[in-house]
């Protein structure tokens, strides 16, 4: 039997599956081995190793039959934001502590249909809401990465910190994330894994514990192209719960990814090019513009005018909605609910439950969501940030009705930042690690993220494709010539 | 627009979340910060442009008005913190 059984993708452990060379067994004791050894990174949160170990014997049952589906027997993990039937699931929040989901999850559900065994759940931003995994009520996530010669403990990006920090310390083959603003591109980006945001609409969110229902999307986080195809097949597909997922076939992404690149058309936007953005970003940038072109693309240079007002707009839209979907956590029917003192009546129980169980991002951002609809700034506040989305959205129908295929652009505008180094940073500086990706969410396209080469401390840096709404096919194949052309195999050196 | 001590506590109490006295002059200070960061909206002309309702072209699908699920008392209420003879609890709210 292999050692290391972890450190495969999906792709390599399906085909050692298939040809009887490892069992899903194996495969899976392995992973739970080596989350045992990984209390350091705190990215499983909640383990189930007797759910996994149930699915691995099903899926060796399977593979022997002959009857395998397309993640037979592949060991991942859950990011907690997921409803996974009888598993503790509390979205990174104090307010959902005890909260065990009598349902499951499309995405889950749809996963476990296609064999994939569940490991446990995954270390995230409580509700979504962060950059760094260190709003979460199970302490922070720990990327497995660090700066050349600094044992100094560094951030794995969130929301779905856990997610990336699990996948690049091959804790699991891969894991599930949900991006509202950049929450699967920028961990990826930071942990040297691939992360995929599809087209709004293409995974259902029934059963995915909502920040903000118009920017949520769940897609994979991997440890490359190829594997993040297989997955997003596994998760996709129309739900009839949820009245906004695509009633459109799913196509064989993996099947579209021949790195034949030639005649496409990718456009690099000038408004992405900030000021004071890291002299290597910018290289990264442009290097992977040449190898684009090399592998015989055309690069054009194109405008996306309202870029800048995406984060303000966002910043707007994200807390108002959350503002709606988080007033369900009221003390009553799940949860937390804060101790009373004599005489309190409901309003004093709403509001100590509420500051009891939130955290203090979480609270902020429901608060000036709050604001932001209330009467008399509605119209100043909320609809002008949806008029600036039409813009935002009106922006890339133009470039691609100009014959843009897919558009490159940094993922991030740094390399993961130490734990508490935001400390005391306003917020609206950690707000800037989207600034790449928050457009995406605005227009509902879908976007990944690939790893492209490491900064001059030794961390991974990330690009960012984006593509046309449900042709995540066509960019992941783009993806795909990238990820060969970058070349990137680092790994970080394990610490844990 | 800047928002006072007053502004905060009552977009406190609408969000129903409790907060000290003495937490009001960092928050109020928070919400400037992020409201004067909002603010570049402003500059945008929006005159003629539809607020987004939906990101993608597609119309909400409608179903037949039927009962696809029910009878699940139990599962509703395992969760409750408080659940008694088949109903939620809370504090009393009429008097």
Known sequence: MMADLNKLGLAEARDALKRGDVTSVELTETCLERIEGAAALNAFVHKTPEIALDRARAADERLKAGDAPAMCGLPIGIKDLFCTKGVPGQAGSRILQGFLPGYESTVTQNLADAGAVMLGKLNMDEFAMGSSNETSVYGNAVNPWRRKGDDAQLTPGGSSGGSAAAVAADLCLAATGTDTGGSIRQPAAFTGTVGVKPTYGRCSRWGIVAFACSLDQAGPMTKSVRDGAIMLGAMAGHDPKDSTSADLAVPDFEAMLTGDIKGKTIGIPREYRMDGMPAEIEKLWSDGADMLRDAGAKIVDISLPHTKYALPAYYVIAPAEASSNLARYDGVRYGHRAKLAQGDGITEMYEKTRAEGFGYEVQRRVMVGTYVLSAGFYDAYYNRARKVRTLIKRDFENVFADGVDAILTPATPSAAFGLGEMKDADPVQMYLNDVFTVTVNLAGLPGVTVPAGLDEQGLPLGLQLIGQPWEEGDLLNTAFALERAAGFVAKPEKWW | ?95
């Open chain 2, 1 to 95: 627009m800047s928002i006072d001590q007053s502004t905060a506590a009552r977009v406190a109490k609408l969000a129903r979340i409790k907060v000290e006295e003495d937490a009001l002059p960092a928050l109020a200070d928070e919400f400037n910060t992020i409201l004067g960061f909002i603010e570049q909206l402003n500059e945008v002309d929006v005159d003629g442009v539809e607020p987004m309702t939906s990101v993608t072209p597609q119309r909400l699908t409608r179903r037949a008005d039927e009962v696809t699920d029910g009878n699940q008392q139990a599962a509703i209420l395992a969760n409750a913190p408080d659940a008694r003879e088949g109903f939620f609890a809370v504090p009393k709210v009429v008097e």
